[in-house]
C-alpha cells in the first residue's frame, strides 16, 4: 500500500517536471554567464537549454517556475528532456524520508547522463535546489559529486550568481536564510510562460512555519513564517490575470496564518486578501492551500460567504482523530476544535467540500488512537485526502522517541484509513451524478475533441467542447462517474466576467 492522495484533486503535493520549450532573449551570452564548470565546450549553437525537474508541495512548483523565469533572462530556455539539458536543477522535497531518497536515485540517473553527454564533448552542469538542499547542504555534494551547485529555497533568486561561482570554483553552496525578498529580485514570468503554463496559477503568499508539529521538517526547512506584502501580491495576480490567468491559488505552508502588510498600514487577513484578489479583472475563482486549523478565523469565514470567487473547497490538514496524538504531534488543537471550524466554514458555505492530511503510525499511536482517526473520516465525511505512513525526520523532536510503530503496522492501518476515504469520496462523486456546476476548461483532454477542466470541488471534469472555450468557465451537467474523473456535456456557457486575454494552446492555436 503506497502513500497517496485518494481523488484526482489537482496534484498539490505532485511531482511534476516544468520543462517546456521557450525563447527567451539574454542578457548575457551564454558564455559569459553560467560557463561549463570543467571548461569542456559549451553548446555553440542556440541557447543553452535548462530542465527542472520538481518533487513535492505545490510551493516547490511555483519555486520551479520562479527559477525558470529567472534563467531565461541569463540565456536559457527549457527543455522537457534532461538528455538535452546543459543545466539540470532539482527542486527537492524533504518532508518524508521516500522524498528525499527519490532525489539521490535520480542523481544516480543524471550521473550517467552526464558521462554520455561528455563523451559529446558537452558539460552538464547539476543543481540541487529546495528542502532536501536547505537540510543537507555541503553533504549532497559528498554524497553525490555529479553534484556542482547546493541552493535552499530562501536563496534561489541568488541561481545566476551562484551558476557563475560554480563555474569559477567547481563549485557553489547557498543555505542562507538571506534577509532580502527574494520575491522582489526575481524576474516576473514572460507573457508567454504565463499563457504557456495555463488559465489557472499558484502565487506564494505566505512562507515558512512558526508551528513546529513534532514531525515535520517544514519550520526548519523553509525558516520563519513571513508574508508578502498585499500590494506585491496583487501586482502579481493583476500580471497573470493580464495574459489569461483565470483561477489563483494563494500557497503558503500556513496560509491562512497570513498577515502582510497592506498599503494601508495594516496587517492584513487571508481573508481581506482573497476579497481584493477577486476584484482583480478576469480573476474568476479562487482557492488557497494549506491552512492550518488554528487559523481559521472570522475573515476567511466571511469571504466564503461573500466571494463569489472563493471556491467552496478547503483542504483542512487534521492528521488525527486521537486528541492524545494531535498534543503529541504539538498540533496545537483538538478533535473537538476542528470540527469547531468546520462547521464555521460550513456555516458559511453549506456546499463546502473537505479535503485534509492525516498520518497514521506516528510514535505511541495506539488501535484506540487510530480508530479515532477513522472515526473523524466518518464523522466529517472528506471529499478527497492525503494520507501518510509517519517518516522520522532527523532533527524532529518525534524522530528520537523510543516508541516508534512496526513498518507493518503503519501499513496495515494506512490501509484501512485509504479505504474509508475511499469510500466518502466515491459517494461524493456519486452525488454529483446529474449535478450542474460551472467549470473552467484548462486544455486539451485526452480524447479528440475533449477538453479537461475543474470542478468548484477540484474534480477534473471532461467535456466534449471546442478549444476556444479554454479558459472559459462553462456550466455542465454530469452524466458519468469515471475511476479519475467526472464526465459531462455542457449546460450552457456561465461565464463570470470574460478572460482578460483568450488562452490559446497547442489545440487552440
Ligand atoms: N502546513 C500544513 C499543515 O499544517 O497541515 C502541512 C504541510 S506539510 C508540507 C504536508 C503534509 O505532509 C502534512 O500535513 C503531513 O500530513 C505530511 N507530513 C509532514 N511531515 C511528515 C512526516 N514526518 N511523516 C509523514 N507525513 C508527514
Ligand atoms: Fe509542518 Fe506543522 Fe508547520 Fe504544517 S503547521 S508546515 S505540519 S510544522
Same mark, same amino acid.
Given at each position: ?72 533572462? #541569463? ?62 547542504? #555541503? ?35 547557498? =543555505? ?11 524576474? *516576473? ?79 492584513? =487577513? ?126 524532529? *523532536? ?8 512496526? #513498518?507493518?503496522?503503519?501499513? #496495515? ?12 469520496? =466515491? ?8 449535478? =450542474? ?73
Amino acid at each position: 500500500m503506497t502513500e497517496k492522495r485518494i481523488g484526482d484533486a489537482r496534484r498539490h503535493d505532485g511531482m511534476s517536471d516544468t520543462g517546456m520549450s521557450e525563447t527567451g532573449m539574454s542578457r548575457y551570452a551564454p558564455s559569459a554567464r553560467a560557463a561549463p564548470i570543467d571548461g569542456s565546450p559549451i553548446r555553440m549553437s542556440g541557447p543553452r537549454k535548462l530542465h527542472i525537474k520538481s518533487y513535492g508541495c505545490q510551493m516547490n512548483a511555483y519555486d520551479s517556475q520562479r527559477m525558470a523565469d529567472l534563467l531565461v533572462p #541569463e540565456g536559457f530556455v527549457e527543455t522537457a528532456s534532461p538528455e538535452d539539458a546543459d543545466l539540470i536543477i532539482l527542486n527537492t522535497c524533504h518532508i518524508r524520508e521516500k522524498a528525499a531518497e527519490k532525489v539521490y536515485s535520480e542523481l544516480g540517473r543524471i550521473r550517467k547522463l552526464r558521462q554520455a553527454a561528455g563523451r559529446d564533448g558537452r558539460r552538464v552542469t547539476v543543481a540541487v535546489a529546495g528542502c532536501v538542499a536547505q537540510a543537507e547542504g #555541503e553533504e549532497i555534494i559528498r554524497r553525490a559529486p555529479v553534484v556542482d551547485l547546493v541552493v535552499g529555497p530562501q536563496s534561489y533568486h541568488r541561481l545566476p550568481a551562484l551558476l557563475d561561482r560554480a563555474a569559477r570554483d567547481g563549485r557553489a553552496v547557498d =543555505t542562507e536564510f538571506p534577509a532580502e525578498d527574494k520575491f522582489e529580485l526575481l524576474a *516576473p514570468p514572460t507573457r508567454e510562460a504565463i499563457r504557456r503554463r495555463g488559465v489557472a496559477s499558484f502565487v506564494t503568499v505566505q512562507e515558512g512555519c512558526d508551528k513546529f508539529c513534532t514531525f515535520c521538517v517544514v519550520p526548519y526547512t523553509r525558516g520563519a513564517e513571513v508574508s508578502r506584502p498585499v500590494e506585491r501580491i496583487v501586482r502579481e495576480v493583476e500580471r497573470l490575470a493580464a495574459a489569461g490567468v483565470r483561477e489563483v491559488t494563494l500557497i503558503g505552508q500556513n496560509v491562512n496564518a497570513y498577515h502582510g502588510e497592506g498599503a494601508d498600514g495594516a496587517r492584513w =487577513t487571508l481573508g481581506r486578501l482573497l476579497r481584493r484578489s477577486a476584484e482583480v479583472p478576469g480573476i474568476a475563482r479562487l482557492r488557497y492551500t494549506t491552512s492550518h486549523p488554528r487559523d481559521i478565523d472570522a475573515s476567511l469565514v466571511a469571504a466564503h460567504r461573500d466571494v463569489a470567487a472563493v471556491m467552496p473547497f478547503l483542504h483542512l490538514p487534521v492528521q488525527s482523530g486521537s486528541d492524545r496524538m494531535l498534543a503529541a504531534m504539538n498540533r496545537r488543537h483538538t478533535v473537538a476544535d476542528y470540527l469547531a471550524a468546520v462547521d464555521r466554514m460550513r456555516g458559511a458555505r453549506p456546499d463546502l467540500a473537505l479535503s485534509s492530511d492525516f498520518i497514521v503510525g506516528f510514535p505511541g499511536e495506539t488501535e484506540a488512537d487510530f480508530r479515532a482517526t477513522l472515526r473523524i473520516v466518518d464523522q466529517v465525511g472528506f471529499c478527497s485526502a492525503f494520507s501518510f505512513k509517519y517518516s522520522p525526520r532527523p532533527g524532529t *523532536p518525534a524522530a528520537s522517541r523510543a516508541d516508534q510503530i512496526p #513498518e507493518a503496522v503503519k501499513t #496495515e492501518r494506512l490501509q484501512r484509513l485509504q479505504g474509508a476515504i475511499e469510500h466518502h469520496q =466515491t459517494a461524493f462523486n456519486a452525488g454529483c451524478l446529474g449535478a =450542474t456546476f460551472d467549470v473552467l476548461l484548462e486544455k486539451p483532454g485526452r480524447h479528440p475533441g475533449q477538453l479537461v477542466g475543474r470542478s468548484p470541488y477540484l474534480q477534473p471534469v471532461q467535456v466534449m467542447a471546442p478549444p476556444d472555450l479554454i479558459g472559459e468557465i462553462v456550466a455542465v451537467t454530469v452524466s458519468r462517474i469515471g475511476p479519475n474523473s467526472l464526465h459531462g456535456s455542457i449546460a450552457a456557457a456561465a461565464d463570470h466576467g470574460r478572460s482578460a486575454e483568450p488562452i490559446t494552446t497547442a489545440a487552440g492555436a
